[in-house]
């Protein structure tokens, strides 16, 4: 299976201010067929079923504001949400779909500073 | 409203059965393979099985074959998850999740709130 890593396990970061998380998969996600990397990015708050932020590393799912991007390629991932607000404070998420069987990061707690 | 309601979650003991259904709404449910992933306590995603819009294609994880099975009944728009010989382990909320484009494509944008199951005695 395709072992997805998450880092780090939690940061804290001011309203405001950037937070990075970082995916790593085990083996390259690209696929040649679409050109495209299988990689998606989750947002979960608290008591809430996770809710779909980026798909294919870099698009953004409908809805969500454009503070929230991905990027990267391969094995390495990115999820940044620039200008950090309150309404985003919850656990993110990454997983491949590159094979059927589907894995997912640890997960990335973010928090106010 | 396009929803995916969850329900049959309970406490059951280690070695017993549970059947966990889930109720689609609001979308061409005939068209989409569908997902079980569960969440242990505190813990994170795992993905546990999923079925093709064609309800003879399965999959599922290692963790759980030969244990669980799924099934889909199209005309009445319900996935189902039958468990058995259920472990401590197996304790966990269970999200009914759809993918984002019908048969292909595993990444999800239709999430249920989920049903716990806990094994206990």
């Known amino acids: 299976d395709i072992v997805m890593t998450q880092s780090p396990d939690s940061l804290a970061v001011s309203l405001g201010e950037r937070a990075t998380i970082n995916c790593k998969s085990s083996q390259s996600v690209f696929s040649s067929v679409n050109n495209k990397n299988s990689l998606a990015w989750y947002q979960q708050k608290p008591g809430q079923p996770p809710k779909l932020l980026i798909y294919w590393a870099s698009t953004r799912e409908s809805g969500v504001p454009d503070r929230f991007s991905g990027s990267g390629s391969g094995t390495d991932f990115t999820l940044t949400i620039s200008n950090l607000q309150t309404e985003d404070v919850a656990v993110y998420y990454c997983?491949?779909?590159?094979?059927?069987?589907?894995?997912f990061g640890g997960g990335t707690k973010v928090e106010i500073k | 409203e396009v929803q995916l309601v969850e329900s049959g979650g309970g406490l059951v003991q280690p070695g017993g059965s549970l059947r966990l259904s889930c109720s689609a709404s609001?979308?061409?449910?005939?068209?989409?393979?569908m997902h079980w992933i569960r969440q242990a306590p505190g813990k994170g995603l795992e993905y546990v099985s999923a079925i093709h819009s064609n309800g003879i294609n399965t999959y599922y994880a290692d963790s759980v074959k030969g244990r669980f099975t799924i099934s889909r009944d199209n005309s009445k728009n319900t996935l189902y998850l039958q468990m058995s010989s259920l472990r401590t382990e197996d304790s966990a909320v269970y999200y009914c999740v759809k993918v984002a484009v019908l048969d292909s494509y595993w990444y999800f944008d239709l999430w249920g709130r989920g049903t716990l199951v806990t094994v206990s005695s």
């Open positions: 609001g979308f061409t449910f005939t068209t989409y393979t």
């Open positions: 997983q491949q779909h590159y094979t059927t069987r589907l894995t």
